[in-house]
């Protein structure tokens, strides 16, 4: 994830706490407290989203941590006793562990409970996720397109979901209602909400999140292979480009690890196209063809100006 | 170029013009007035670096936008006659260019005159400007590692270069006072200077500045060519990583075009190692080696940190 919105900005578009109404949820239940996790935390307390919040981290030090920073009411060791009684569960780990944590928590789910999660691919959340749910407890996948490159439950801020898309994958036959509170929810946090098809989510963040990173991840690796005195003079001199794509490229790895071992064939199909018009590119220099180089780099002026106009720049 | 100083910001350590000390230059001439150019004016004035600036501009508009805004003093059809009596002439035109202007300036340079650029490859800089420099006139190639994505004579401004690196690559002898005259230049623009040779600036650039713009370019082209429908929701969707590319695939087209046929050798090195990196990648995603791809993705991180450190962040 590469958002970074101002920590203290105001909210765009986030509704005020109504003073003396019921929260959305009695009880919700985080599985994971890392960035996202902490960040909902703190939204769903702006808003006064939840009567309580409980949660459930793998290691020590960050339940200790979640529990200190107040992210939490209750804290659990494990993820079955966390979700007791929870009206909704968002997993907030990294993708690889929702097949685990599946097993673990479906029979412990209280009837008519809300699953969800904030994972970045979403075919895999509902094959892991989905079998063997009981019935009556609703999966509504989602994903908040906001981040920043750092982790960690210390790593959170209310404001991170403002203004920023949150998309929702419910597969089809899902409880309507179960939907439209998932959108109030995201709504209250600050988000736009849209609503697609799981596999039409991974095929679009595959071009504008997935691809983005493999190249960022790709390009730093490349410079961290040089030898040592050039090194520090990238470093000196990276400003004039490669420096914007260490930011991206330092985003939690097991979480990419996750994602892209999730969504292997979007990305290897975005990934094929990507190095087919590289090699064309690296032809075109090696051969001295100023005007395709000229020609490419004037059309790819078009999309800038497409994302101001989306005021997504 | 892809740095972008808040244009409001506080100059962070250009010196303050010395009331009633003599200009470091008498006459300075900008051939060519983009974003470079017309920055340099800005920054100059604010230092009270020259007694006149004259410039030349190939199209008639920029020469009219020159005179309205202020930058010149004197504008010129013809490269010959803006360069008459100056004493530091700095081409600010794409790298392209600088063949037919330096055979069209070379016999009307004065005698003592500096001739400094601000391209952003040095070598080929040198092998068109170099030859037949009439005896007296000092080459003195530079280049401000500054920019933003914005063109044209009404984007410059002042602080573009406070703070930031410019590098000097004098060929081997080179007259020292003139070195040290455009060192102190720069500095008196704001900027930090380096003084390195022109080989080892193309090789280090060709890393941190023309590799990335060359990626940038190439994946905001692999989205150019997807369908309506597809384009529209990468741009809704872009601030997940993609936006970060876009603005610096939106960069001077000419500009860029030059640096790629006349920086040719060091970025296809450079391209060659990227190309074998993403490749590794690619068929680590396929085979599903999460171990790879969480090891890459770990030590990426080292290299943020280092830019953090360097305050280049």
Chains 1, 2 share one sequence.
Request: proline fraction near 6%; include cysteine.
């Amino acid at each position: 994830m590469s958002t970074a919105p101002k920590k203290n900005a105001p909210p765009k578009n986030a509704p005020a706490k109504e003073a003396g109404s019921a929260p959305l949820f009695d009880r919700v239940t985080l599985i994971g407290i890392g960035l996202i996790g902490s960040s909902l935390s703190h939204a769903m307390r702006r808003a006064g989203l939840a009567g309580h919040i409980a949660g459930h981290a793998r290691s020590e030090r960050t339940r200790a941590k979640a529990l200190e920073l107040g992210l939490v009411q209750s804290i659990h060791d494990d993820p079955a006793s966390a979700v007791r009684d929870a009206d909704l569960v968002i997993i907030c780990s990294p993708v690889g562990s929702y097949a685990e944590i599946g097993a673990a928590i479906r029979d412990h789910l209280k009837p008519g409970a809300i699953l969800s999660d904030v994972g970045s691919v979403k075919q895999a959340v509902i094959r892991d996720l989905g079998p063997n749910l009981p019935d009556g407890v609703h999966l509504v996948p989602g994903h908040p397109i906001a981040g920043t490159e750092h982790s960690g439950p210390e790593s959170g801020f209310a404001t991170l979901f403002d203004g920023r898309w949150c998309i929702l994958t419910p597969p089809p036959g899902t409880d309507a209602a179960a939907v439209e509170k998932m959108i109030r929810f995201w709504q209250a946090c600050g988000s736009q909400v849209e609503v697609m098809e799981a596999g039409h989510h991974d095929k679009t963040l595959a071009i504008t999140s997935h691809l983005p990173h493999l190249i960022a991840y790709t390009i730093v690796g490349t410079v961290a292979d040089l030898e040592e005195a050039t090194k520090s003079e990238v470093i000196k001199f990276s400003a004039s480009g490669f420096r914007d794509f260490t930011r991206i490229a330092a985003s939690d790895p097991v979480m990419w690890r996750d994602v892209f071992l999730n969504n292997r064939d979007a990305v290897l199909e975005m990934l094929g196209r990507f190095a087919e018009d590289l090699t064309a590119l690296q032809r075109a220099i090696r051969w001295g063809e100023g005007d395709k180089l000229e020609a490419l780099f004037t059309r790819t002026r078009a999309i800038r100006r497409g994302i101001i106009d989306a005021k997504q720049a």
